[in-house]
C-alpha cells in the first residue's frame, strides 16, 4: 500500500510569507499608495533654532493663501499634547510657548499639491526670539535653568543587589585583587527605515479616520483622544502596509497623525503627509546616546565580587520613550554573569536635541557594550582565553541576575557558547598583506543576554488581547494589534494559529490592524510579539478548536478572546526595581575577525557567526532573517553609522553621509539558531526581534583590540578613531 505522505506540521517550519507575493509583485499598497478622493498634501513648518520663545506666526501677504490651508496650535479641538508616557510634548508650538528643538513642529500647511504645500510652507515665518541652550549631558546636569524637572533629569534608577549600599559598594572595590574600569560612549542611530515616516487623515460623520505607517495602533488612538478632543469611537487608526519600524515607528507616528488629522479638519478633505529623508531623518526620534561608566572588582580567581555602573543617555527636548529605554538599558547593565554585589545607577537627561527614542534593542545595546568591552579587558589583564572566560563567569539556572532574579527555566548559556565553541576554528594571523598592503587581523567573542517581553510588571499593566475566530465563512481569522513592519508577524501568527486549531494555514487570515476591528494586545515592540501576543493566539486557537469540538455551530461565528496572565511566580517590584524583571530571557554568543587595513584605517568584517538562543524557531528562515537583519544593523553601528549634531541639528540629515550597510559591507552571516524552550511561549518561542542588535558592535570593538592591541570603548570604531589611537600602537 502506497504511503500517503503527510502535511508538515505549521509551528516550526519555513512557511513562505503570507504577505511576500504581493510585496514583491507590487500589489502591496504602502500609505504612499493609497489615495482618496480630492485628497491634498501637508508639509510641516519647523523651527530653525533649538531654544527660544515663540512670539508670532507670519504669512508672506505675497502668497495666494486661498489655495492652502494653514493650522497652529490655535485649532486644536483638545489638548495640545501627543500623549505617551507623559504629556510633555505638544503636537505645535504655540504662540508664547517655547520651541525646544531645531525642526520641532509650529505650523501646517496643506495644498492640492505637494509643490503647492512646499511653497506654502515657506511662506510661513515664525517668530522665535532666541534662548541658550543645551547640548551635552554635562552641561544638563550642570545648568540651574531646568528645561525638565529636578537637575534636568527625565527619569533615573537605581538597582542594588546585595550589600550595595554606597559604602559597601566602595569596601568591595577596595578589597579586591583587580578593578577593570571603563568609559564608554554610543553613538546615536538613526533606523533608516525603507519606508519614510507617511500617514493620512479624512473626517466623515464626525470622525477621524486615519492610516498610516506604524508599529502600535492603539499608542496613535491613545494620543488622538485627548488632542481631538473625543472619545475612543471620534477616532479610528488603521495600519497601511509598512516598510520598516525598528522601533522609530513606535511613538513618532502619534505626532504625524495629530498634524494629517487637525489639516484634514480644517481642509474638509483627506491629506496626505509623506516625509522626505531628509526631514525624516532631522526631524524624528534615534537611539539614544549613552555614556556608560563601569568598575568590575574581582578576586584572585578572576571572580566577580562587585559590579558598579552608571549609565547616562541623552533624552533631547522631551520624554518620549526615554524612562522605558533607560530602564532596559540599566536592567541589562550588569550583564549576564555571576556577581553577589552590584549597583546601577542610571539618569536620561533632558537637552535642545530632537527627542531621542525607541530603537532595536532600546537601552539593551547601549549597556551590552560597556560590560562586554569590560569582560574583555579582564581576559586580557589576566591572560585567559576570552571565551573561556566568559563561560567561566556566565549566569546559568539557579544563579540570580542584578535584580534578584532567580533563573529557572529557558537558560540557554552553555548551548549559546557550545555552538560558537564548535564553529570558531583557529584565529587568524595577525600579520599580514592584503593587495599589497600591510593589515591587521583581529578576533572578538562576546556573550549576552536581553529580557523578552514588557519589563517587570509591564505586561500585566498592558493586559493584551488576542482573538482567534471561526467565521461564517467557516475559516478562521487572527485579530490583534500586533503590527507587521517586516518582521513576518503575519506569517508568525498564521503558524501559531493553524498549528494550534489543527488545520492547514492556508484557512487562517490574519486581520489588518485597525482599531475599529482588533483588541488592543499591546504595542509591537520589546520581542512581545511572537512570545507574548503569540501565546495569546496559541492559547485561544486550542480553546477554539475545543468549542467546536463540543458544538460546531456551523453558519456562526465563534470567537475567543484571551488576556495576557503573567507566568506563576513571576513578580516585579517597580519601587525597588528588585524581582523578576522579565519573564524569560533570550541568550546568545557573537564571533567576529576583522582586518584593518594600517593605510587607510578601514576596518573589514571577515566573518560574524551569531548563536541565539529564541526557544523555537516557529518559521526558522523569518527567525535567521530577524537575526541577520540585527546583526548587520549591529555591525553598522558598531563602524559606519552615527547621528551627527551642530547646535542641535542633524547634520548628515541625508542617506549621502548618513551612511548605513549596505550588502557590499556585510560579511557572510552565519547564523545559528539555538532553541531552549521557554515553557509558556507559543510552542516554547521567545523573543528574537531585538536580541541580535544588542551585541555585535563589542565584537567589533574587542576584533579591532584583538587587531592593533590598543582599547576601543566609544562608537563608532571609525578609520578617524583609529588613526587617533595610532600612537598607541606601532607595526611589528
Known amino acids: 500500500m502506497e504511503r500517503v505522505p503527510q502535511a508538515k506540521p505549521p509551528v ?6 503570507v504577505d511576500g507575493v504581493a510585496k514583491v509583485t507590487g500589489r502591496a499598497r504602502y500609505l504612499d499608495d493609497l489615495d482618496a478622493p480630492g485628497v491634498w498634501y501637508g508639509a510641516t513648518v519647523r523651527s530653525k533654532v533649538p531654544h527660544g520663545v515663540l512670539e508670532g506666526i507670519d504669512l508672506d501677504p505675497a502668497f495666494d493663501w486661498s489655495s492652502a490651508v494653514v493650522v497652529t ?10 500623549a505617551l508616557i507623559e504629556d510633555d510634548q505638544p503636537a505645535l508650538v504655540a504662540i508664547g510657548a517655547h520651541v525646544m528643538h531645531v525642526d520641532e513642529a509650529i505650523a501646517l500647511v496643506a495644498a492640492p499639491t505637494k509643490a503647492l504645500a512646499m511653497a506654502a510652507a515657506k511662506a510661513v515665518k515664525p517668530r522665535i526670539r532666541v534662548l541658550p541652550a543645551v547640548f551635552s549631558v554635562e552641561d544638563s546636569l550642570a545648568v540651574t535653568e531646568k528645561l525638565y524637572g529636578d537637575n534636568n533629569v527625565f527619569k533615573q534608577f537605581l538597582i542594588r543587589k546585595g550589600h550595595a549600599e554606597d559604602a559597601e559598594i566602595e569596601a568591595a572595590i577596595g578589597k579586591a585583587a583587580q578593578v577593570i574600569e571603563g568609559t564608554y560612549y554610543t553613538s546615536p542611530q538613526e533606523q533608516m527605515y525603507i519606508e519614510p515616516q507617511a500617514m ?8 477621524c479616520y486615519i492610516v498610516g505607517s506604524m508599529q502600535c495602533p492603539y499608542y496613535v488612538h491613545k494620543a488622538m ?23 522609530g515607528k513606535e511613538e513618532y507616528p502619534s505626532m504625524l497623525a495629530a498634524h494629517v488629522a487637525l489639516l484634514a479638519h480644517k481642509a474638509q478633505r483627506a491629506v496626505k503627509i509623506v516625509y522626505e529623508r531628509d526631514e525624516d531623518i532631522a526631524a524624528t526620534t534615534k537611539r539614544h546616546p549613552a555614556f556608560v561608566k563601569s568598575r568590575l572588582a574581582v578576586d584572585a580567581s578572576g571572580e566577580p565580587i562587585a559590579i558598579d555602573v552608571d549609565v547616562v543617555m541623552d533624552g533631547g527636548a522631551y520624554l518620549t520613550l526615554s524612562p522605558v529605554v533607560l530602564s ?4 541589562h547593565a550588569a550583564g549576564p554573569y555571576r556577581c553577589p554585589v552590584v549597583r546601577v545607577r542610571g539618569r536620561v537627561v533632558a537637552t535642545n536635541h530632537p527627542p531621542h527614542g525607541a530603537f532595536r534593542g532600546f ?3 547601549q549597556t551590552t557594550f560597556a560590560y562586554e568591552r569590560q569582560m574583555q579587558k579582564l581576559a586580557i589583564a589576566r591572560g585567559e582565553d576570552p571565551l573561556a572566560l566568559r563561560k567561566r563567569l556566565a549566569l546559568r539556572s539557579g544563579d540570580t541576575t542584578s535584580t534578584g532574579q532567580e533563573l529557572g527555566f529557558s537558560v540557554g548559556t552553555d548551548e549559546v557558547i557550545g555552538a ?5 576554528g583557529k584565529a587568524p594571523e595577525k600579520n599580514g598583506i592584503r593587495n599589497g598592503v600591510p593589515v591587521r587581523r583581529g578576533r572578538g567573542v562576546i556573550f549576552y543576554f536581553h529580557g523578552a517581553g514588557f519589563t517587570g510588571s509591564g505586561e500585566s499593566r498592558l493586559a493584551g488581547k488576542a482573538t482567534v475566530a471561526r467565521t461564517v465563512e467557516g475559516r478562521y481569522e487572527v485579530r490583534s494589534s500586533s503590527t507587521d513592519i517586516g518582521q513576518g ?10 498549528g494550534a486549531l489543527g488545520v492547514e494555514a492556508a484557512m487562517v487570515d490574519v486581520v489588518d490592524p485597525s482599531t475599529a476591528q482588533v483588541p488592543d494586545s499591546g504595542p509591537t515592540v520589546a520581542s512581545r510579539t511572537c512570545m507574548v501576543v503569540g501565546g495569546l493566539v496559541e492559547k485561544a486557537a486550542k480553546q477554539l478548536k475545543a468549542r467546536l469540538a463540543e458544538d460546531p455551530r456551523p453558519g456562526e461565528e465563534v470567537s475567543v478572546t484571551l488576556q495576557y496572565e503573567p507566568p506563576p511566580g513571576i513578580h516585579f517590584d517597580d519601587a525597588t526595581y528588585t524581582g523578576a524583571a522579565y519573564p524569560c530571557y533570550g541568550w546568545a554568543a557573537c564571533l567576529v575577525d576583522v582586518t584593518v587595513d594600517l593605510d587607510t584605517y578601514e576596518v573589514t568584517l571577515d566573518r560574524c557567526v551569531q548563536a541565539v538562543d529564541v526557544g523555537k524557531a516557529i518559521n526558522p528562515h523569518i527567525v535567521k532573517g530577524q537575526i541577520e537583519g540585527g546583526t548587520l544593523q549591529a555591525l553598522g553601528w558598531a563602524l559606519l553609522e552615527n547621528v551627527l549634531y551642530k547646535d542641535g541639528k542633524v547634520m548628515n540629515a541625508n542617506m549621502t553621509n548618513c551612511i548605513v550597510p549596505t550588502f557590499a559591507d556585510s560579511p557572510d552571516l552565519e547564523t545559528i539558531i539555538v532553541e531552549v524552550p521557554y515553557p509558556f511561549g507559543p510552542s516554547g518561542a521567545k523573543g528574537v526581534g531585538e536580541i541580535p542588535m544588542d551585541g555585535p558592535a563589542a565584537a567589533v570593538a574587542n576584533a579591532v583590540e584583538d587587531a592593533l592591541g590598543c582599547a576601543f570603548d566609544a562608537l563608532p570604531v571609525s578609520p578617524e578613531a583609529i588613526a587617533a589611537s595610532k600612537p598607541r600602537w606601532r607595526l611589528s
Open 12 to 17: 516550526g517550519t519555513s512557511l513562505p510569507r
Open 73 to 82: 496650535a490655535a485649532d486644536i479641538p483638545g489638548k495640545n499634547v501627543i
Open 200 to 207: 493620512m487623515a479624512e473626517w466623515a460623520d464626525g470622525r
Open 225 to 247: 483622544k485627548p488632542l481631538l478632543g473625543c472619545d475612543a469611537d471620534g477616532v479610528v487608526i488603521s495600519q497601511s502596509v509598512t516598510g520598516g519600524g525598528f522601533g
Open 328 to 331: 532596559r538599558g540599566v536592567l
Open 363 to 365: 537601552g539593551a545595546p
Open 420 to 424: 560558537i565553541e564548535s564553529v570558531a
Open 489 to 498: 508577524a503575519i506569517t508568525i501568527f498564521t503558524q501559531i494559529a493553524a
